[in-house]
Nanobody, 121 residues
């Protein structure tokens, strides 16, 4: 069983910054992908950013140049630094972790409960 917990959301003014954290724990042998997704009211969940175990990153066009994803492999954590926030970044942000289980060696694909980010003056 793998648990994923996000933190760091909140209310911020346009142009401000927030840093989200994602912690994975449980029976984990290795983590290949750590990604951040978001879902705004009435919209589908969309990919924001993803980082692989060797540091390859990919971003949604809407956040390129403003958001930065990083990870700490030893701590099994991922971070999303969000700068120059806009009202359209308002959404529930979810962390997704994909890897291999420690005991089973089977792949897992786990999601956190999410954290709310609201950008408003």
């Amino acid at each position: 069983q793998v648990q994923v917990v996000e933190s760091g959301g909140g209310l911020v003014q346009p142009g401000g910054s927030l840093r989200l954290s994602c912690a994975a724990s449980g029976s984990i042998f290795s983590i290949k992908f750590m990604g951040w997704y978001r879902q705004a009211p009435g919209k589908e969940r969309e990919l924001v950013a993803v980082i692989t175990s060797d540091g390859y990153t990919n971003y949604a066009d809407s956040v390129k140049g403003r958001f930065t994803i990083s990870r700490d492999n030893a701590k099994k954590m991922s971070y999303l630094q969000m700068n120059s926030l806009k009202p359209e970044d308002t959404a529930f942000y979810y962390c997704n972790v994909k890897g291999l289980g420690y005991n089973s060696g089977e792949p897992f694909d786990s999601w956190g409960q999410g954290t709310q980010v609201t950008v408003s003056s």
